[in-house]
């Protein structure tokens, strides 16, 4: 088939098949590309859709963009099953396999480093969320007697929020100070949009942390003993994944 190269991950080599039915990007089986020690795992894509050009184009349509970025983590996620990939950036493309080898070449070093760094090792996801309190939202507002009223309402709302916020400050910082120092790295992000995410309550904690595989399960465990621990915070765990927040400049 012709058409330009699409990478999903560098990898070392790895004995495993990938699942016969998995298909990639535009639908195209993906496939190992071996260059010294390293493989990139590749797929053809069309040119009139992932040229320069027409890939902006693309970029800004949000459900194209989300069935791509669906197609290409299924791919990280198989990988994932079979080796330690090291993902690139979603609508990596190369003319032929000609550039995708030149690009290996010219990372090489790079790649074999943060290779060995992430190898064995997979990302978790933790996410604190502060709610706001039942009560405080089931009770019907109450008209006030008079402005003097009022305003002592809304001290102790104020007030009241306050507290909540900074008691799920101190809960996340606890949580991401224990969970760091069991991983072997962590990392800390914005906290997510919520008009994006849909998720209710305030995201205070967005963090992804450095796992040992064989050390998930505990991981894992340690996430759950402090769910309910403070009542008003929700903690989302989610994983394992390939290790995107800890690829450094190879992505």
């Given at each position: 088939m012709?058409g330009?190269?699409y990478v999903?991950?560098?990898c070392?080599?790895?004995?495993?098949?990938?699942?016969?039915?998995?298909?990639?990007?535009?639908?195209?089986?993906?496939?190992?590309?071996?260059?010294?020690?390293?493989?990139?795992?590749?797929?053809?894509?069309?040119?009139?859709?992932?040229?320069?050009?027409?890939?902006?184009?693309?970029l800004?349509?949000?459900?194209?963009?989300?069935?791509?970025?669906?197609?290409?983590?299924?791919?990280?996620?198989a990988l994932?099953?079979?080796?330690?990939p090291?993902?690139l950036?979603?609508?990596?493309?190369?003319?032929?396999?000609?550039?995708?080898?030149?690009?290996m070449?010219?990372?090489?070093?790079?790649?074999?480093?943060?290779?060995?760094?992430?190898?064995?090792r997979?990302?978790w996801?933790?996410?604190?969320?502060?709610?706001?309190?039942?009560?405080?939202?089931?009770?019907?507002?109450?008209?006030?007697?008079?402005?003097?009223?009022?305003?002592r309402?809304?001290?102790?709302?104020?007030?009241?929020?306050?507290?909540?916020?900074?008691?799920a400050?101190?809960?996340?910082?606890?949580?991401?100070?224990?969970?760091s120092?069991?991983?072997?790295d962590s990392?800390?992000h914005?906290?997510q949009?919520?008009a994006?995410?849909?998720?209710?309550?305030?995201?205070?904690?967005?963090?992804?942390?450095?796992?040992?595989?064989?050390?998930?399960?505990?991981?894992?465990?340690?996430?759950?003993?402090?769910?309910?621990e403070?009542?008003?915070?929700?903690?989302?765990?989610?994983?394992?994944?390939?290790?995107y927040?800890f690829a450094?400049?190879?992505?």
């Amino acid at each position: 088939m012709t058409g330009l190269r699409y990478v999903y991950a560098v990898c070392r080599p790895f004995g495993t098949p990938l699942q016969a039915q998995l298909t990639g990007v535009a639908g195209d089986p993906p496939r190992a590309l071996t260059h010294h020690g390293l493989v990139a795992v590749v797929s053809h894509v069309p040119e009139r859709d992932f040229a320069e050009e027409p890939l902006r184009a693309h970029l800004e349509d949000l459900d194209w963009l989300t069935e791509t970025a669906r197609a290409h983590q299924g791919v990280i996620d198989a990988l994932t099953t079979v080796t330690t990939p090291l993902p690139l950036r979603l609508g990596t493309v190369f003319h032929d396999d000609s550039g995708v080898r030149t690009m290996m070449e010219a990372r090489e070093e790079d790649f074999q480093r943060t290779l060995e760094r992430l190898e064995g090792r997979v990302e978790w996801g933790v996410k604190v969320y502060a709610e706001s309190e039942p009560q405080e939202s089931a009770r019907p507002a109450q008209k006030p007697a008079s402005g003097r009223d009022y305003l002592r309402q809304r001290r102790m709302q104020t007030r009241s929020h306050e507290e909540m916020w900074q008691k799920a400050e101190a809960f996340s910082s606890r949580l991401h100070e224990e969970l760091s120092a069991f991983a072997e790295d962590s990392r800390t992000h914005p906290p997510q949009n919520p008009a994006l995410s849909k998720a209710t309550g305030r995201n205070v904690l967005n963090a992804a942390y450095l796992v040992p595989r064989a050390n998930s399960e505990e991981f894992v465990e340690l996430v759950d003993r402090t769910k309910g621990e403070v009542p008003g915070m929700r903690i989302e765990l989610t994983g394992p994944w390939a290790a995107y927040s800890f690829a450094g400049e190879a992505t």
